[in-house]
């Protein structure tokens, strides 16, 4: 009985030193390539047509603008609430150019224009309280990461996590292999993928000036940052 646990142990022991050395041996990169491929088998339609292009691994810091995971988030967040505010902007403008038409005959009483007018009043006042409800959003974006906000304009040299930008070959759902990327970023011990977007979810971001936001929302902004 002793021989055959000493044997048992040896095994599991010589087992667990060459899981540990493994561990340790493993660099950065291939921490992170061994997440990508992971979430590659989870999303690709034909995920073993997958093939790596370029991947290169950087440092993310809290005060850096783009190498930082929590400030691309928000980033994106607000961009995408704006892109959505000012499309309903654009569709308060046109109702109200449309009000300007039946103005006349809406004062003058004709059924007609009573209606149309009415009718694109409604429109424009719905678009503007969708247009006010999303600058709400946006502003207790900036109120819930004001800490993440502080360290950014602070320059708190902090490192917390790391990003890539991979470049790769895989087959579509056509079954033809193309290009594309995607942003990941990981957390410090790379032991998780904290996010990721792909082509799609940056193309939504694509007209956004961060200017045209601050121009909007001066006031608001500027309040906030005074609290």
């Known amino acids: 009985k002793n021989y055959t646990y000493m044997k048992i142990y040896s095994f599991f022991s010589v087992l667990l030193v060459s899981l540990l050395l493994f561990s340790c041996t493993q660099s950065n990169e ?8 992971t979430d590659m088998n989870q999303t690709l339609l034909h995920p073993s047509s ?14 850096d603008k783009t190498h930082n995971a929590e400030i691309f988030r928000l980033g994106y967040d607000i961009a995408t609430l704006y ?3 000012k499309k309903v902007q ?21 059924d007609f224009g009573v209606q149309q007018y009415k009718q694109y009043k409604k429109e424009r006042d719905q678009a503007m309280a969708k247009a006010e409800s999303y600058k709400e959003e946006i502003m207790q974006l900036y109120k819930n990461n004001i ?3 502080n360290d950014l304009i602070s320059k708190k040299h902090e490192f917390n996590g790391f990003m890539t ?6 087959k579509n759902n056509a079954g033809n292999v193309v290009m594309d990327e995607i ?3 990981f957390d410090k011990d790379l032991t998780k993928i904290v996010a990721r977007y792909d082509q799609n979810d940056l193309i939504g ?12 929302f001066e006031e608001e902004l500027s309040s906030l940052m005074d609290k």
Do not use: H, P, W
């Open 30 to 37: 291939e921490k992170a390539m061994a997440l990508i491929e």
């Open 50 to 63: 997958f093939e790596v292009a370029k991947m290169e691994l950087d440092s993310c810091f809290k005060d």
């Open 83 to 85: 892109n959505k505010y």
């Open 90 to 110: 654009e569709n308060v403008k046109r109702a109200e150019s449309s009000m300007s038409m039946y103005a006349d005959t809406y004062r003058m009483g004709y």
């Open 147 to 149: 800490e993440i906000l």
């Open 165 to 170: 930008i991979l470049s790769y070959r895989a």
């Open 183 to 185: 942003l990941y970023f």
């Open 205 to 216: 971001l694509q007209g956004f000036d961060f200017n045209d936001l601050k121009l909007d």
